[in-house]
């Protein structure tokens, strides 16, 4: 196994384990949680293929690593804020109770 | 596969694990920030030194502090577990997009990845980059973290009754 395919394997299995998590939890910031693991997944994989691609030296992968952590935090501020206004309304964060707009 | 990458890939996959299963939130907040320092590692290990210290900045210190103060500022009696049905369709969906994600790997692009020499990609080099090539992108992100800001401060005030 080339070094290329581990790096893409581990990246897949925490991508799986971080959609496991965010289809089977129930409470909404572990839902949270797991979309950012599937985020990491993603930014694992542009760095293996930007270590072991053929233009290294145009820094592609680096520059979008970077751009994509900085969206993934501002993802994560806001979700977090959405979070605290919802348990303000509801007074819980239980993905299963939050059906009112259930048709 | 050298030792390094497999001992930080055993810390990422295992903080990942305890991440999504542990019972108490503020374990799996624990257990997140262990994955991310993993993350970090594998990052310095691939030789990106830049995004490796911008992952433990960002993710360990800003987002998993983060996420700790959102499960101090909400209530949790323990949830109960998902129900079996929910849980079950859950896993096998993750399942069958890691098994075919892992097929997709192993089956094709086995012709790239060779020992290729580790590329250098000096600080001097990343900030010419974003300074010159891609410094329209970078004050758009300046925006979008501004906007993000002012939209997480406004969504989470507390609402005044009828002020005035």
Redesign the interface.
């Known amino acids: 196994?080339?070094?290329?395919?581990?790096?893409?394997?581990?990246s897949?299995?925490?991508?799986?384990?971080?959609?496991?998590?965010a289809?089977?939890?129930?409470?909404a910031?572990?839902v949270?949680?797991?979309i950012?693991?599937m985020l990491?997944a993603a930014?694992?994989n542009f760095?293996?293929f930007?270590?072991?691609?053929p233009h290294?030296?145009a820094?592609t992968?680096?520059?979008f690593?970077?751009?994509s952590?900085?969206?993934?935090?501002?993802?994560?501020?806001?979700g977090?804020?959405?979070?605290?206004?919802v348990?303000?309304h509801a007074?819980t964060?239980?993905v299963?109770q939050l059906d009112t707009m259930k048709g | 596969m050298t030792a390094p990458f497999v001992i930080l890939a055993v810390v990422t996959i295992g903080g990942a694990v305890a991440a999504m299963t542990l019972r108490k939130l503020v374990h799996c907040a624990l257990a997140l920030a262990v994955c991310f320092v993993g993350l970090a590692g594998l990052y310095l290990d691939l030789n990106a030194q830049f995004v490796g210290l911008v992952q433990v900045l960002v993710y360990v210190g800003a987002v998993v502090i983060l996420i700790v103060f959102a499960i101090l500022l909400t209530r949790h009696d323990e949830l109960p577990a998902q129900t079996n049905r929910t849980r079950v369709a859950g896993l096998g969906v993750s399942a069958v997009v890691f098994a075919l994600l892992a097929w997709a790997v192993t089956a094709g692009g086995a012709q790239m990845g060779a020992a290729v020499a580790a590329p250098e990609a000096a600080m001097k080099d990343i900030g010419g980059a974003l300074m010159q090539k891609y410094v329209l992108p970078l004050e758009v992100v300046g925006l979008l973290l501004t906007a993000a800001l002012i939209g997480a401060v406004v969504i989470a005030m507390e609402e005044k009754k009828k002020a005035r």
């Open positions: 196994m080339t070094p290329l395919n581990g790096c893409l394997l581990v897949a299995l925490l991508f799986s384990i971080g959609l496991g998590g289809l089977t939890r129930r409470s910031i572990l949270l949680v797991g950012e693991l990491n930014n694992l760095i293996a930007w270590r072991y691609g290294p030296e820094l992968g680096v520059l690593v970077t751009f952590i900085a969206i993934a935090a501002a993802e994560a501020a806001v977090l804020a959405l979070i605290q206004a348990y303000r007074k964060t239980d299963n």
